[in-house]
């Protein structure tokens, strides 16, 4: 069956990123339409070996789609998610727009590949968060095998992950520092180059900030409302890749090569997990992979059923398109989209 497929957002990091991967993994497009805002409007996007020519979205025909992948922010889907749904797409939303309404299944393939099902109560599905996607992917495995009590998570996440504008800053500032112009931050609050910074999105009134929230509510919507979940969230000066150091508090004991085990045979993870120099996966080395990357796992001896890992992805990929992709996918294989409205 082949579908027609509209994205929005296509000159942004996550939609090429889309466009890249629906043709990688040989997506069944009939007919491919690239979707931006009015200053992008006839600016060419690649499609495998074709050109698109962005159309604008607020004039666009979303009844001649079955498919619209939203990448283009919070705001924009807000506006235009409910009238592509209306006129009969269905929308695999990337945004935070929808992560939280209950009516709208919030879906990472490898862990909750049924909740797709629940797409036809608003014929939208949503994305996680990039620094939540791979986590959850990782504890599923573990959390099947012996219950995940708590989860602590500090994050390591790349200035991909808010935009090209936030790259480019990270650029600009690394070149300057070597001819002595002071950086002078606009995408982030203090300098990215050579620096981290622990803040990532609004902060809330209890202390957390927006990203780490998010990290909270999704992986209790996604994987299950009973495990306790602190994150603390941190951007550091990489352009793509985002790493996780996490801790979890297991109900029933798992040793560490019975966790590796248990990790090697799931579903999108790939274990590089060798205690000597460079046996690990760092982001660098991620960047283009499908896989989310399991290192340097081992027992926490300060409490009962404790193991630690390091946890690594390209967050455009998995983060974002990726997963989009693979929720289409579902959607295809189990021959939904016949069945929407």
Partial sequence: ME?????????????????????????????????????????????????????????????????????AGGEVSKTWALKATKAGAIVIDNSSHFRMDPDVPLVVPEVNADA????????????????????????KPLHDAATIKRVVVSTYQSTSGKGKAAMDELFTQTKGIYVNDTPSPTEFTKQIAFNVIPHIDAFM??????????????????????????????????????AEAVNIELENPLSDDEAREILRAAPGILIVDKREDGGYVTPV??????????????????IDNGLAFWCVSDNLRKGAALNAVQIAELLLNRRLLRTAA
């Fill in 116 to 139: 797709v099902a629940g797409f036809s109560k608003k014929n939208i599905i949503a994305n996680p968060n990039c620094s939540t996607a791979q986590l959850v992917v990782a504890l």
């Fill in 3 to 71: 579908v027609n497929v509209a994205l929005v957002g296509a000159t942004g990091n996550v939609g090429q990123e889309i466009l890249v991967i629906l043709d990688e993994r040989e997506f069944p497009v009939k007919e491919a339409f690239a979707l931006a805002s009015r200053q992008s409007i006839g600016r060419e996007v690649s499609f495998g070996d074709k050109t698109l020519k962005c159309q604008g979205l607020e004039t666009f025909d979303f009844s001649k789609v079955d498919i619209a992948l939203f990448a």
């Fill in 285 to 302: 080395e991620c960047v283009g992979e499908f896989a989310t990357f399991i290192s340097r796992l081992r027992v926490d001896p300060t």
């Fill in 205 to 242: 009134e209890d202390g957390f900030t927006k990203e780490e929230w998010k990290m909270m509510a999704e992986t209790k919507k996604i994987l299950d409302p009973k495990i306790k979940l602190t994150a603390t969230c941190v951007r550091v000066p990489t352009f793509v890749g985002h």
